[in-house]
């Protein structure tokens, strides 16, 4: 290859040959300055010097597989454009400008045949990432200083730890060389939903159930992607928090990293890792990227470039195959004949497709039905429910350009029970305490009835 080279300076020469990543002969040079001839010659480049308004320089120069303008000069780029037009054939031609575009004092679109690229504006997000980055050094050393010299650390989760509390908590601890014996993850509730509990399987993850009596063995508490206030027991201490959560004011530890723009806890761990040049194995790798995949609904929520840069990052360092299983736990067979009786009793009712299990004995089935019943044609929303330990669980799932399921599950239900969730996806737990039930104390047609048009209700508002 052949690139043809109009430069003013030994750093924009030294900047291409990194960035274009050719050898030195299969580059030429044209120049105006002796200086520049030389130092170019001595890195095995070829190089012609003449006056760059003189047409005689293109003719040599030209043609190449491609023409690379970088001006130190701004106001030398109409004269180098003017003077190449005649020559330059079917060479294509870039225009490295370090400015932005608007302070050309040329029209790219006088010239439409070359590719104008603002390189100093293309730089800042590399930049920007970089500062980041060198802040997280800081970071870092202030949370080694602080729990660094705990003799035994808790990494402290939200009730039902999820994929970012989890992965968190084995990031922290490469990051601080600690083990799960020196700094176990714990937890005042036990992982509930498949998904997670696979995910603890596949990566070899164990949080201990914790009682707030259990506090006083640590002499540090770090919490993950949570904050004292989101949770009911009262904490002795803590100190040090990092998450994601908006900030809460009403408590105090030494160190605080809370980011409420960032899409996951776990973003902020990769940044951590990252500045510290750590190599992250598959294991780590895989819970990172799961967790951003979960928090963010694969990037589908507001996220910051932070998240995409890790999400990115970690892609190459996870393994696929695991985060396939993670996110499909195995339906065991038996659930088979549960999922045909559920379809054959389900109905269709304004767009809606309900179906209700009945009790079941892995909660797990229910969302996996609403999610196959989604697919039936003309259904825009599928609630499927179950019973199951004493409560009415209902998953909901819609194809996404409808209502916030999160908003209409909480309009049917907040007075039934707990429920939410995000704008394609959400549950209702209702206490079947709280439902008009049977005569046998069971949910009856009559209950689902009921149940059916306060959804039918909240979508209809
Ligand atoms: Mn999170």
Redesign the pocket.
């Known amino acids: 290859m052949r690139y043809a080279v109009v430069c003013q300076s030994r750093s924009h020469a030294d900047l291409l040959f990194q960035s274009l990543g050719v050898h030195a002969e299969e580059l030429v040079f044209a120049v105006e300055s002796q200086v520049l001839e030389r130092y170019l010659r001595r890195q095995g480049c070829a190089v012609i010097r003449g006056r760059f308004r003189d047409r005689g320089l293109y003719r040599e120069l030209l043609p190449a597989d491609l023409l690379v303008i970088t001006l130190k000069d701004r106001r030398r780029l109409r004269t180098v454009l003017e003077a190449a037009r005649r020559d330059r054939g079917e060479t294509p031609v870039l225009v490295l400008s370090l400015g932005r575009l608007e302070q050309l004092t040329i029209s790219p679109t006088d010239y439409p045949w070359a590719h104008f690229v603002p390189a100093g504006a293309r730089f800042a997000p590399v930049l920007s990432s970089d500062v980041r980055l060198a802040r997280a050094k800081i970071q870092v050393r202030r949370l080694r200083e602080i729990i660094a010299d705990g003799k035994k650390i808790l990494i402290l989760l939200q009730d039902d730890p999820?994929p970012?509390?989890l992965a968190c908590g084995l990031a922290l601890r490469t990051l601080l060389g600690r083990t799960r014996k020196t700094m176990p993850m714990g937890s005042f509730g036990k992982v509930t939903r498949p998904e997670n509990i696979e995910m603890c399987r596949v990566v070899d993850l164990d949080p201990l159930l914790i009682t707030e009596q259990d506090l006083a063995d640590y002499d540090r508490i770090v919490m993950l992607?949570t904050q004292p206030p989101h949770l009911r027991q009262q904490l002795p201490r803590v100190d040090a928090v990092i998450?994601?959560?908006p900030a809460q004011t009403s408590y105090e530890a030494r160190f605080k990293d809370v980011r409420n723009a960032y899409g996951?806890?776990?973003t902020i761990l990769v940044e951590y890792l990252r500045a510290e040049g750590f190599k992250v194995n598959e294991r780590l790798g895989t819970a990172l990227l799961y967790?951003i995949r979960t928090?963010t609904l694969l990037l589908d929520r507001p996220v910051t470039q932070a998240d995409v840069e890790a999400f990115t990052w970690l892609f190459t360092r996870a393994n696929s195959n695991w985060i396939r299983r993670i996110e499909r736990p195995a339906l065991p067979q038996r659930a088979l004949s549960l999922f045909a009786e559920g379809l054959r009793k389900a109905r269709i009712e304004e767009k809606v497709i309900f179906s209700h299990l009945g009790a079941v004995s892995r909660e797990d089935v229910i969302p996996q039905l609403a999610d196959f019943c989604l697919q039936v044609e003309g259904v825009e929303w599928s609630a499927v429910s179950g019973v199951f330990d004493g409560e009415l669980i209902m998953s909901v799932r819609n194809v996404g350009f409808v209502q916030a399921a999160g908003t209409v599950i909480k309009a049917a239900y907040s007075e039934l029970g707990a429920g939410g969730g995000h704008r394609s996806m959400g549950k209702a737990i209702l206490p079947l305490a709280n439902l008009p039930l049977g005569r046998d104390g069971q949910p009856s047609k009559k209950t689902y009835r009921f149940i059916e048009e306060r959804f039918l209700g909240a979508l209809r508002t």
């Open positions: 999820d970012d509390g992607d998450d994601h959560h996951a806890t776990a967790a928090d």
